[in-house]
């Protein structure tokens, strides 16, 4: 136990310098995702035809592949199409437009439960659709996914970890090169899992505490209800 | 003989096979109060929904001051502003505060400079009897609360006629009067208004016309007091008769508990 203990204390600040990279990889992979969800679940929700095509494809594309799998074809598959891209902008590409399939679905869950009445309000007092939709619909809608989206941040820091396959040096990657180092591959992925398991708990609290910021009062019984 | 302010020709809808209303004539004109009656399923909420366009129609037209408002191209958003609509659910925008329920229409649409916005909200909510009420959000006020903001909102839009769709079936009994009572005050102050009700004290009292609908058509129309003490037809007598029985046996059971 002590001989871990020293392990994990020598290498901490390599092993850190991944967990810098793997949260960087986790944040801008979310928010791309998050832009690229919003906007699929909204052509989805509301897009005329052709958008609401354009949306299910991507969605159901993205959701129905393994995340390697896309990661492999952006890096090695597009030079094939003359489209060389670096292995950090291959990861964030990957990963933001995987993880914008699932938050769709998570946006639209809670688009359709807040619903064609809140629609009718809008329009009822004048206003345009697209207005009803930024004003009143999404304010509602975003608050009600928290807790179910909320699972999203968690799985997709845990998801970055295949990128080291393409040897963008992330926390995964300075595991593996540990273990080569010492020779010692329990001591070095114990020590990369309780990493892991500490951003997931600073991630956790962080949501919990914009769940509760967010909260509007007399409003989550109703949302229970529904 | 003045112009209606809001008139309804040959107005129909029909879902599918089924026709939900045909042919209807309606005339408003400014300052009146018309409620609308008649059995649930016969087209009376559908019709205030095709008067301000939020449900499509399927024939005839509508016009607001003379002006056809169901002709293609014309601007929706605009005669929404001016036919206010409220609902038997009140659907207030659950994440603002009544204050802002009332305000959002006047920055969002009349693009109201905020100050004069937050002047005419206070204004809207004091004549709805909730000034006091302003900070709180719909999770925390009564139904009867909730749709008298409801009316506020609808009122701040400044509207040149309002839609009223059973806006007291959805709130218990002790609640009803206060909406009944803001409605009353509206028509005192001869604002245009469409009522779409089962409250038939409220009918006789404020309406200076009421309107029988039935499977879709308008059977008769005339004068609280035509209607229900020289019915012409019926059909009108016998649905009064068993409405009036009906809330009477309510009345008598509140007393009872009571």
Avoid at chain 1, 195 to 212: F, G, H, K, N, T
Wanted: include cysteine; charged fraction near 20%; hydrophobic fraction near 45%.
């Amino acid at each position: 136990m002590s001989d871990f203990y020293a392990f994990f204390v020598r290498f901490l600040p390599d092993l850190l310098k991944g967990a810098g990279i793997t949260l960087l990889l986790t944040v801008q992979g979310l928010v791309a995702g998050f832009v690229l969800g919003l906007l699929a679940t909204l052509a989805r929700t509301y897009g005329s035809k052709f958008w609401r095509g354009l949306a299910v494809g991507y969605i159901e594309l993205f959701r129905g592949t393994p995340l390697l799998v896309q990661l492999f074809l952006i890096y090695y598959g597009l030079p094939g199409l003359g489209i060389t891209l670096s292995r950090e902008l291959s990861a964030f590409l990957a990963l933001g437009l995987n993880s914008g399939a699932y938050q769709a679905e998570y946006l639209r869950g809670s688009i359709l439960a807040i619903g064609d009445n809140q629609m009718m309000a809008g329009r009822s007092i004048g206003m345009s659709k697209w207005k009803t939709i930024w004003y009143v619909i999404l304010p509602q809608a975003l608050r009600l996914a928290i807790p179910a989206w909320s699972n999203e941040p968690v799985s997709l820091l845990k998801s970055t970890g295949v990128v080291f396959l393409i040897a963008v040096p992330e926390l995964m990657a300075k595991a593996k090169a540990i273990a080569a180092r010492t020779y010692d591959p329990i001591g070095s992925y114990l020590a990369v899992a309780l990493v892991y398991l500490a951003m997931v708990y600073l991630l956790d609290a962080v949501l919990r505490w914009i769940e509760r910021a967010s909260r509007i009062p007399g409003f989550e019984s109703e949302g229970k209800k529904a | 003989m003045t112009n209606p302010i809001l008139e309804t020709r040959n107005l129909t809808k029909v879902y599918g096979q089924n026709t939900i209303f045909k042919n209807i004539d309606l005339k408003v004109n400014e300052g009146e109060t018309i409620v609308i009656i008649g059995p649930s399923g016969t087209g009376k909420s559908t019709l205030l929904r095709c008067i301000n366009l939020l449900t499509s129609h399927d024939g005839g037209q509508v016009f607001l001051d003379g002006n056809e408002i169901t002709a293609k191209g014309y601007n929706e958003d605009e005669v929404r502003q001016q036919i206010g609509m409220v609902f038997q659910n009140f659907l207030l925008f659950n994440h603002l505060t009544a204050f802002d329920n009332v305000m959002i229409g006047l920055t969002r649409v009349k693009k109201m400079p905020k100050e004069q916005a937050k002047a005419k909200a206070m204004e809207e909510l004091n004549r709805v009897g909730l000034a006091d009420r302003a900070d709180h959000y719909p999770g925390q006020l009564s139904g009867g609360q909730q749709q008298r903001v409801a009316i506020a909102r609808a009122l701040a839009m400044d509207p040149r006629v309002m839609l009223f769709d059973e806006p007291t079936s959805a709130l218990d009994p002790e609640l009803i009067g206060e909406v009944l009572g803001v409605m009353a005050k509206l028509a005192r102050d001869r604002m245009t208004m469409i009522v779409v009700t089962h409250e038939m004290g409220f009918a006789r009292e404020v309406a200076d016309r009421i309107v029988f609908m039935e499977k879709g058509n308008i059977v008769e129309e005339g004068t609280p007091d035509d209607l229900f003490y020289h019915p012409k037809h019926d059909r009108t007598r016998e649905f009064l008769w068993k409405i009036t029985e009906l809330y009477g046996k309510k009345e008598k059971e509140k007393g009872d508990k009571a």
